[in-house]
C-alpha cells in the first residue's frame, strides 16, 4: 500500500484498510511497529506473553497495551522475554491498566521526546483494580512522533454512548495539560486497547453459527464501533484493518471456546487496533497484519496484534534521523 488513502473502504469515520501480508520490514520503510492488545483478566504466564509478542523480531518498536493486569510485575516478565532484541523506553500505568513501548537494543539516543499520561472513567476498578479509561505515551523516535493509547471502556452492549463520551474525553483530555500551542501534532497515533463495542441486535446463537462457518466478514455491519463511526460519533479519520478474524470475546477460559455460562454473552470485537495518520503527505503506512493469537488460553479474550509499517516522504519536511 503506497498510500494511507487507496485501497480502503470508505467511512464516515473508520476507514478500513487491506492488509499486505508480505513485509520487507525497514528495507522499504522508515519504522516499522509491531502493536499488541490483550486483556489479560488478571491472569499471566512467562509463556503467554512470548507467545503473545511471537519469535520475528525484525520490528523496530514494539507497543504492548494490557487492560485486566494482575499484580505480578509484567513490565520485568516482559523486558526477560525480548531482552535480546529491545529494551523497555517508556511504560505508563494506572494500576491494571498498562502500556509499554520497547525499542532496538542501545536504540535509546534515537528518542527526542518523550512524555506519558493518563485518564481515569468510572470509580476505583472494583475490589480486584480494573481500572477504565486509558494510558498513553507520545515519543519522537528517529525524527517522528507518535502516540500510542491503550484504554480499557465501560463494558456492555448497552453502553454505547458512554463509551463514545468515553472515547471523546480521552481525546480532548490526554497531553491537554501545559500543551505547547507551537506544538506539532503526532504525525501519528495509535489506539489500541479493549474498547467493549459490541456486535448489534444479533442473538448469540446466529452469531456464533455465522463464525462457525468462517463467515464472520458478514456480521461488520453489525459491530456497534464501526456503527458508531459512521454515524460519526467517533474516531473520524482513523483506519483500521479488516476484521478477517473471529470475535476476540467471550472465550471460556483455557480452551477456544466461546463462552458457555449462563449468560453465553454474544461474540464481539472488544479488542481493536486503530490508527491515524495525521498527514498522508508527509508519511504513508502501510498494515501488513492484522490479527488475533488464537493459540492464548489463559484469558476470556483472545490477543489482538497488528503491523505498521511507515515510509516519510521525502519531500516533506520531516528530519529523518
Same mark, same amino acid.
Given at each position: ?20 501480508? &508480505? ?46 493486569? %494482575? ?14 532484541? &529491545? ?21 535509546? %539516543? ?61 481525546? &480532548? ?7 505547547? %500551542? ?23 446463537? %446466529?452469531?456464533?453459527?455465522?463464525? &462457525? ?109
Amino acid at each position: 500500500m503506497d498510500s494511507i488513502c487507496s485501497n480502503v473502504i470508505a467511512r464516515e469515520g473508520i476507514q478500513t484498510v487491506a492488509v499486505e501480508n &508480505h513485509c520487507n520490514f525497514s528495507r522499504n520503510s522508515d519504522l516499522c511497529i509491531c502493536v499488541v492488545t490483550w486483556n489479560m483478566n488478571g491472569q499471566v504466564s512467562y509463556e503467554d506473553l512470548v507467545e503473545l509478542i511471537g519469535s520475528n523480531r525484525k520490528f523496530d518498536l514494539l507497543i504492548v497495551g494490557l487492560q485486566e493486569v %494482575p499484580r505480578n510485575n509484567i513490565a520485568r516478565l516482559l523486558k526477560r522475554a525480548v531482552a535480546e532484541t &529491545h529494551d523497555l523506553f517508556a511504560k505508563a500505568i494506572m494500576q491494571s491498566l498498562q502500556l509499554f513501548v520497547f525499542g532496538p537494543r542501545n536504540s535509546v %539516543p534515537l528518542v527526542k521526546e518523550l512524555k506519558l499520561d493518563k485518564y481515569s472513567v468510572g470509580g476505583f476498578g472494583g475490589f480486584i483494580g480494573r481500572k477504565k479509561g486509558a494510558v498513553a505515551i507520545r515519543i519522537n523516535y528517529k525524527g517522528i512522533t507518535m502516540v500510542f493509547i491503550s484504554c480499557h471502556l465501560s463494558a456492555h452492549a448497552r453502553n454505547v454512548e458512554e463509551r463514545n463520551s468515553e472515547c471523546r474525553h480521552i481525546l &480532548h483530555s490526554l497531553f491537554s495539560k501545559n500543551q505547547n %500551542p507551537y506544538a506539532e501534532p503526532a504525525q501519528i497515533t495509535v489506539w489500541l486497547g479493549d474498547l467493549n463495542y459490541r456486535i448489534q441486535g444479533l442473538n448469540t446463537h %446466529p452469531v456464533r453459527n455465522i463464525i &462457525h462457518k468462517d463467515l464472520q466478514k458478514l456480521l461488520t455491519s453489525k459491530d456497534q464501533l464501526l456503527q458508531e463511526a459512521e454515524r460519526g460519533q467517533i474516531f473520524n479519520g482513523y483506519c483500521e484493518g479488516s476484521l478477517t478474524f473471529k470475535p476476540t470475546y467471550k472465550y471460556n477460559i483455557g480452551s477456544s471456546d466461546y463462552d458457555t455460562s449462563y449468560k453465553v454473552r454474544v461474540p464481539s470485537w472488544t479488542d481493536r487496533i486503530l490508527f491515524k495518520i495525521d498527514d498522508p503527505d508527509k508519511i504513508n503506512a502501510a498494515l501488513h497484519s492484522y490479527e488475533s493469537i488464537d493459540d492464548i488460553y489463559s484469558s476470556d479474550h483472545k490477543p489482538v496484534k497488528a503491523h505498521l509499517c511507515l515510509t516519510v516522504n521525502k519531500h516533506s519536511s520531516i528530519t529523518y534521523r
